[in-house]
């Protein structure tokens, strides 16, 4: 039965990839819904449309999948809503990865949500826009989102307070910036702004002490009045996989109780995550998913043995305790995915949980008083003041949490089977101290010995290697001399670009940052000789006489025919396209790389010293050229 699962669940995932149009990158009309509101990056507007048809050789035919569309500011793109009909004019291109070393890979996140090309338009590509007869449920949803938080802007809430209302009781993280994101990554509260089982089981408790009074043969009204609740905010939020995830399981929990039977609270979890993978297969490789039932499972499976460690008779104390464990085994859950994910660790996460989650379960409550409210404005705008005030402490302690010292130990980073091994670890170790007569320490113990042969290992081939890595950054050049586990940095940003950042995290690398002499420079590393070159021409070839040949120049600089002598191995830009000028004289053995296009170029080096060559110049040796 459980290879016939899984055998199913790839035939379902293979089939949903499939269902994916895989379209001509030449510009057609494509008759699309929105399936979301438009979001305003920077100087354009970022839409996802369903593709539903495209116009082709005069004829109309069926496409699926969606594509990200990416629209120059105009107020008539911003106005649209979920649902709406539009038929665009645009070229589709093929999204790609930079394919520098550890990085997030973008192209496999966004082909689990159904997007594979993306495309540039402007307001005149918009061809015809149509509002829906009738919209589906999903988009209903999202509309009556935004209309709620339309309810807090008219109450009174706004800016960054706004923001943070919308995060924490709705799950719309749109409206947050970059600083105010950061520090509650920093202090490890980050998800109280994922809607997920910590506001399932804040409502469901609510609700069922505000209808105390449907008690004894009324108790089963009280449950489905509970699970209608709870199923309202599911749909307000998006219908988020944590939020359903939760909902699920509370469902699967009263139901049972309501039919007499007493269900099982892991088995309750795993159905949800099995009722989830049936309708979309891809969600096991999203990360909310991954983080919310590792989190969950940890706290079902060890919160109780934890928590009876020891007795405590104090409410006050009690109930400080109860929170410290939940939260530990929580974190303990989540830890191995939380550090390969993100390359950090909270260090405060108890303190700023114990503070931060009591008022987050105000906040919520109170946040969904506001909207229920609303014709009451006696009532809704008292709450929404106290609303705002609730929201100015979370985030001030928050503020204030992140900007202690040591606040995260960062970067850090593990490979997957590391992580793999670190989390069998965390749970053979935690079920051996809740049952440690029949859980012998032992067997964590040769779990955590294969997390360390993993680490010494990938610790031993780092240092015997050596690699030269062109990376594909927003920077003219960022090109990376990897000698063992220190990495020379050579770069024409005045920071260390985050795609270098988290490589060197993930590998345990030293980074020393370098400055170039020159516009035209030869870095020697051992045996090595590689140009770094704003312009090239036959001269500076000649002198530089390279292995490697790196072009940082624009188009109209790198356009000038060179004679390759015979050490060349690569020339690689990181700007501009081979011009046909410039590859006259260059050999057919001499591959040709172009970072923009291709991605990242990483090669491996021989630093062995020459013989003329001192060990200091058989590492890293810098020489200006004029």
Request: one cysteine or more; a positive charge; proline letters at 4%.
């Given at each position: 039965?459980?290879?016939a699962?899984?055998?199913t669940?790839?035939?379902l995932?293979?089939?949903?990839?499939?269902?994916i149009?895989?379209?001509?990158?030449?510009?057609n009309?494509?008759?699309?819904?929105?399936?979301e509101f438009?979001?305003?990056?920077?100087?354009?507007?970022?839409?996802v449309?369903?593709?539903?048809?495209?116009?082709?050789?005069?004829?109309f035919?069926?496409?699926?999948?969606?594509?990200?569309?990416?629209?120059?500011?105009?107020?008539?793109?911003?106005?649209?809503?979920?649902?709406?009909?539009?038929?665009?004019?645009?070229?589709?291109?093929r999204?790609?990865?930079?394919?520098?070393?550890?990085?997030?890979?973008?192209?496999?996140?966004?082909?689990?949500?159904?997007i594979?090309?993306?495309?540039?338009?402007?307001?005149n590509?918009?061809?015809?826009h149509?509002?829906?007869?009738?919209?589906?449920?999903?988009?209903?949803?999202l509309?009556?989102?935004?209309?709620?938080?339309?309810i807090?802007?008219?109450?009174?809430?706004c800016?960054?307070r706004?923001?943070?209302?919308?995060?924490?009781?709705?799950?719309?993280?749109n409206?947050?910036?970059?600083?105010?994101?950061?520090?509650?990554?920093?202090?490890?509260?980050?998800?109280i702004m994922?809607?997920?089982?910590?506001?399932?089981?804040i409502?469901?408790?609510?609700?069922?002490?505000l209808l105390f009074?449907?008690?004894?043969?009324?108790?089963f009204?009280?449950r489905?009045?509970?699970?209608?609740?709870?199923?309202?905010?599911?749909?307000?939020?998006?219908?988020?996989?944590?939020?359903?995830?939760?909902?699920?399981m509370?469902t699967?929990?009263q139901?049972?109780?309501?039919?007499?039977?007493n269900?099982?609270?892991?088995?309750?979890?795993?159905?949800?995550a099995?009722?989830?993978?049936?309708?979309k297969?891809?969600?096991?490789?999203?990360?909310?998913?991954q983080?919310s039932?590792?989190?969950?499972?940890?706290i079902i499976?060890?919160?109780?043995?934890?928590?009876?460690?020891?007795?405590?008779?104090?409410?006050?104390?009690?109930?400080?305790?109860?929170?410290?464990?939940?939260t530990?085994?929580?974190?303990?859950?989540?830890?191995?995915?939380?550090?390969?994910l993100?390359n950090?660790?909270?260090?405060y996460?108890?303190?700023?949980?114990?503070?931060?989650?009591?008022l987050s379960?105000?906040?919520?409550?109170?946040?969904?008083?506001?909207p229920?409210?609303?014709?009451?404005e006696?009532?809704?705008?008292?709450?929404?003041?106290f609303?705002?005030?609730?929201?100015?402490?979370?985030?001030?302690?928050?503020?204030?949490?992140?900007?202690?010292?040591?606040?995260t130990?960062?970067?850090?980073?593990?490979?997957?089977?590391?992580?793999?091994?670190?989390?069998?670890?965390i749970?053979?170790?935690?079920?051996?101290?809740?049952?440690?007569?029949?859980?012998?320490?032992?067997?964590p113990?040769?779990?955590?010995?294969?997390?360390m042969?993993?680490?010494t290992?990938?610790?031993?081939?780092?240092?015997?290697t050596?690699?030269?890595i062109?990376?594909?950054?927003?920077?003219?050049?960022?090109?990376?001399?990897?000698?063992?586990?220190?990495?020379?940095?050579?770069?024409?940003?005045?920071?260390?670009?985050?795609?270098v950042?988290r490589?060197?995290?993930?590998?345990?690398?030293?980074i020393?940052?370098?400055?170039?002499?020159g516009?035209?420079?030869?870095?020697?590393?051992?045996?090595c000789?590689?140009?770094?070159?704003?312009?090239?021409?036959?001269?500076?070839?000649?002198?530089?006489?390279p292995?490697?040949?790196?072009?940082?120049?624009g188009?109209?600089?790198?356009?000038?025919?060179?004679?390759?002598?015979?050490?060349?191995?690569?020339i690689?830009?990181?700007?501009?396209?081979?011009?046909?000028?410039l590859?006259?004289?260059?050999?057919?053995?001499?591959?040709?790389?172009h970072?923009?296009?291709?991605?990242?170029?990483?090669?491996?080096?021989?630093?062995?010293?020459?013989?003329?060559?001192?060990?200091?110049?058989?590492?890293r040796?810098?020489?200006?050229?004029?």
């Amino acid at each position: 039965m459980s290879i016939a699962l899984l055998v199913t669940g790839l035939v379902l995932y293979n089939h949903e990839k499939a269902g994916i149009s895989d379209l001509e990158q030449v510009t057609n009309e494509f008759l699309c819904i929105l399936s979301e509101f438009p979001e305003e990056k920077g100087k354009s507007t970022r839409m996802v449309l369903e593709l539903k048809g495209m116009a082709s050789s005069g004829s109309f035919r069926s496409v699926h999948g969606s594509i990200l569309v990416h629209a120059r500011k105009d107020p008539a793109v911003s106005q649209l809503l979920p649902g709406d009909i539009l038929l665009i004019r645009c070229r589709p291109e093929r999204i790609m990865n930079r394919g520098n070393p550890c990085e997030f890979d973008y192209k496999f996140y966004l082909e689990n949500h159904g997007i594979r090309f993306q495309a540039f338009i402007d307001k005149n590509d918009v061809l015809s826009h149509i509002p829906p007869q009738r919209r589906k449920l999903i988009y209903k949803a999202l509309i009556i989102r935004e209309k709620i938080i339309d309810i807090y802007r008219s109450r009174g809430i706004c800016c960054d307070r706004l923001a943070l209302v919308a995060a924490i009781t709705l799950g719309q993280k749109n409206l947050l910036d970059r600083e105010q994101k950061q520090y509650f990554i920093k202090a490890g509260v980050m998800h109280i702004m994922a809607v997920s089982g910590l506001h399932a089981v804040i409502l469901s408790l609510f609700v069922q002490h505000l209808l105390f009074f449907l008690r004894g043969r009324f108790t089963f009204l009280r449950r489905i009045l509970t699970m209608l609740f709870l199923w309202s905010f599911a749909f307000v939020t998006g219908l988020t996989p944590s939020v359903l995830r939760a909902t699920i399981m509370y469902t699967f929990l009263q139901t049972g109780k309501l039919l007499g039977r007493n269900a099982n609270n892991l088995n309750s979890v795993l159905a949800s995550a099995f009722f989830q993978l049936l309708w979309k297969p891809s969600v096991l490789f999203d990360a909310g998913f991954q983080l919310s039932y590792s989190a969950v499972i940890f706290i079902i499976c060890f919160y109780g043995s934890i928590y009876r460690l020891f007795s405590i008779k104090n409410w006050l104390t009690d109930k400080i305790w109860q929170s410290v464990v939940v939260t530990i085994v929580a974190q303990a859950g989540t830890l191995s995915l939380t550090i390969s994910l993100f390359n950090r660790f909270p260090t405060y996460f108890i303190i700023t949980n114990l503070l931060i989650v009591p008022l987050s379960n105000i906040l919520i409550i109170t946040g969904c008083l506001v909207p229920l409210t609303y014709p009451l404005e006696f009532l809704s705008r008292p709450l929404a003041g106290f609303l705002e005030i609730l929201t100015g402490i979370t985030e001030g302690l928050t503020r204030q949490a992140a900007s202690l010292p040591f606040s995260t130990i960062d970067p850090i980073g593990l490979g997957t089977f590391s992580a793999f091994a670190l989390s069998v670890f965390i749970f053979l170790l935690f079920q051996s101290l809740s049952d440690h007569k029949n859980k012998p320490l032992f067997t964590p113990l040769i779990a955590l010995l294969i997390f360390m042969i993993s680490l010494t290992y990938g610790d031993i081939t780092a240092r015997k290697t050596n690699e030269l890595i062109v990376y594909n950054t927003s920077c003219s050049y960022a090109v990376g001399i990897r000698t063992g586990k220190c990495m020379y940095i050579f770069s024409s940003c005045e920071v260390v670009p985050d795609e270098v950042s988290r490589h060197c995290a993930m590998k345990n690398l030293k980074i020393r940052k370098e400055i170039l002499p020159g516009e035209n420079s030869v870095i020697e590393a051992g045996r090595c000789r590689i140009l770094v070159s704003g312009y090239l021409n036959n001269r500076i070839l000649e002198k530089a006489d390279p292995d490697y040949v790196i072009i940082y120049a624009g188009p109209d600089r790198s356009n000038r025919p060179i004679n390759a002598n015979n050490r060349l191995n690569t020339i690689i830009f990181t700007r501009s396209l081979t011009s046909p000028q410039l590859q006259k004289g260059v050999h057919d053995r001499v591959r040709i790389h172009h970072v923009k296009r291709s991605g990242a170029f990483v090669t491996r080096l021989d630093l062995a010293r020459g013989k003329n060559q001192s060990p200091g110049q058989g590492r890293r040796n810098v020489i200006p050229l004029q």
